[in-house]
């Protein structure tokens, strides 16, 4: 898993790889200061090829706290197999997604 973070007016995370068990501690290290510093993200997916249950909770985990800081959490440029995952599990419900 790779995290490459670029600032700006909003923050974008571009996640590459996968985010599955093995790189949930690296994500969630790398976003925590993120997610407390900044109102809007937005996370460019369009390298992420694989999303397991833990990085589902890390999804819901910052969409909650960016919100509770009255900020918000976009993901974008989602792969059909991220996205199925997404759909299959009701998150495509909760999270603002701009295939």
């Known amino acids: 898993m790779?995290?490459?973070?670029?600032?700006g007016e909003k923050t974008i995370v571009e996640l590459i790889g996968r985010l599955?068990?093995?790189a949930t501690p690296e994500a969630k290290a790398a976003l925590s200061d993120i997610i407390h510093a900044k109102n809007d993200v937005v996370m460019d997916?369009?390298?992420?090829?694989?999303?397991?249950?833990?990085?589902?909770?890390?999804?819901?985990?910052?969409?909650?706290?960016l919100k509770a800081a009255g900020g918000t959490l976009k993901l974008i440029n989602l792969q059909e197999a991220v996205q199925n995952v997404l759909d299959m599990t009701g998150f495509s419900l909760i999270l603002d997604l701009n295939a």
């Open 20 to 22: 599955d068990t093995a």
């Open 45 to 65: 997916c369009k390298e992420l090829e694989y999303i397991s249950s833990s990085g589902l909770r890390i999804l819901l985990e910052a969409q909650k706290s």
């Open 2 to 7: 790779e995290i490459n973070i670029i600032n």
